[in-house]
Structures are given as structure tokens and as C-alpha cells.
């Protein structure tokens, strides 16, 4: 049986639901597998929300421990949590799913179950989505912090507060990954209309987000009030190679969203560049020099654009200069991948 639709699963669920008179306001999913170090961390940063009209499930991936059910036993006294399980493993995207299924609030929240929410963040995008009507999901920059929860960087967005129209920021959200997962809260209406689910890709919020940003406006809010934690062993850092297949598969995914042609080109060239990187740095000549061709058919002039040409002229010397190339060309990737996430950097993002 799917456990995406087990009815033990679907009766927890619906009886919880039922069990309280005023439906809350905010579904809040909190997908993990097994015990994180940073769960509770995860949990307590809801329950420090100024905003109170939450319900939070905690969709454990797989049969279930005892060990998790022994960590959440304080929180699941309290009505508007609960905790389900899968029954058995499945994708990340489908537990996702599954951490946000079979809900009547009006919005959807996100929480990773190492990445934490000042208390304010409920309340800043429920008051943007309640008096913008035709946003699909309100977003804003955020905070990374280490395996210590301690500050390492902030990323943040040149955009004015309020409502942005599709025809503005479906381009930025064709080319780029800008909502971290834990840093939106989205219409469930919304969510809906797109098929209620995150499908499952690599990088499967960037998918979502985008379907959202082809449809309908967004929300974006000053600041940061999420904090994003980047360490070594987190799935981001360690398939980092996998980060340019990742793209490619989104802007499949996304089809013919109605974006220009100009920017179709650009971001597809910019994805090819990103798979030719990263097949260097593995030592795969023949599929860095195949993303290459393919970045060039896709924009003939993208070896003028420095953000394309320059990488495109990174990758040609790193295959020239062999495998001492290849070492030197990691380390400097490992580098730069390491001073993102674990060196102080202020980032103000315009698109």
C-alpha cells in the first residue's frame, strides 16, 4: 500500500483535525528521518512563534523509532502537534509531501528539520498573504548558520517589500533557487492548483516554488527571520557535484512555463555551464566538453556573458592542464563552496 495514503496514516491525521473546534490558520510540515541533532531545535523555534494558529506535523520517513517518539513526547502533548510516519522509505520529495497532505488551513509551511524560524517568521508572511490575496506564497532572504547554530553568512534580496507580479519575478525564478526550503509560507489553494506536491527531483523546492512563480504573484518581505543550516554531511553539501544536474532537471521539469525565449536560453546555458563544471572537477572529459557544446548551442553569445564565457574558459583549461588541473580546480570549488557556508558573507542579491 502507498504510505503516502495508508489509511492508518489518514485517520491519525483526520482525527486530529477533527479533535480541535477552530482549524488552525497555518499547517506547518516538518518532514525528518530518524532523530536529527537539530530536531527539536526545529520544533521549539514553532512553538516560539507569535503567531499561535499552527499545526505542525512531523512526518517521520520510514517505520518509525522509538528513539524520535521519545524526543517529541513533551511536544505531542500539546494538540496542535502531531507525529505520522511513512511505514517505509521513500523520497525525500514524497515525504515532503506527505508532511503537508490532508490539511484544511489556509496556508502551508516548510520547516527542515535542521533549520530553525525566528519568532516573527509566521506572522510577517500570514500578514502579507492575508492582505495581498493574489500572492501564491510570501518569501525573504535568510540566515545561515553551522553545526553549532552559530551565524555564518546572510542572504538577502533587492526587492521591494509587497506583492510582485508573475511577469517580474517568474524570470528571476526560472534561472535561480532563491527561496531556501524553510523560508516561505504558501496559499494552500495555490499549492493545489499546481497538484498539491513536490515532485521528485534533486532539487524539488526549487520545482515547486518555480510552478508557483508561473501562475501567480509573490510575496517578498525585507529582512531575514529564518536561519538555514549548512554543514558538511547535509545532503546539499555532500551531492554538491550533483547541484548542475539538479538545474537541469528543474527547467525540464518546468516545461514551457511561459518565460522568454532570451531568458529560456540564458538559464539552460547557465545549467550546461554548471554540469560541465562539475563533470571537470570529477575528471569527465567527454560529458564536461558535451555540457559545453550544449551551453553554446543553447545561447550562441553566452562566451560574452563573463558569468558563462569565463566558467566555460574555467572548464577548457582544467581539461588542458590534466589531473594536476583537475586537483587544483577542486580545491578552489571546495573553497569557495566552504566560504559560503562557513565564512561571515553579507549577500544582497538583484536580479
Known sequence: MDALTAPGILRSVMHREDSTRNRPIVH?????LGVSPYLVEAVESVFAQTFTSWRLAISENGPGSDELQLALDSYLRDPRVFHVTTGEMISLARNWTNAVRNTTARYIAMLNDDDRWRPEFLQRRVELLEKHSQCAFAFAGYTMIDDKGEETGEVAFKFSEGPHRVSEMLPVFYQYNIVAPSAGVIRQSAFEAIGAGYRDIFLTDHDMYLRLASRFDVGFLEGTDSECRIYDTQNSATRRLELGRGHLEVLESAGDV???????????????????????????????????????????????????????????????????????????????????STGIRRAQRRF
Open 258 to 340: 511561459p518565460v522568454g525565449n532570451a531568458v529560456r536560453r540564458r538559464a539552460h546555458a547557465k545549467a550546461h555551464v554548471a554540469c560541465a563544471l562539475d563533470n571537470a572537477e570529477l575528471g569527465r572529459r567527454r560529458a564536461a566538453l558535451s555540457h559545453v557544446g550544449k551551453a553554446v548551442r543553447a545561447e550562441p553569445l553566452s562566451l560574452l556573458r563573463p558569468e558563462i564565457g569565463g566558467r566555460i574558459a574555467l572548464v577548457l583549461a582544467t581539461l588542458a592542464a590534466g589531473r594536476a588541473g583537475i586537483r587544483l580546480f577542486t580545491r578552489l570549488r571546495l573553497g569557495r563552496f566552504e566560504a559560503r
Open 28 to 32: 506547518v510540515g516538518l518532514p525528518t
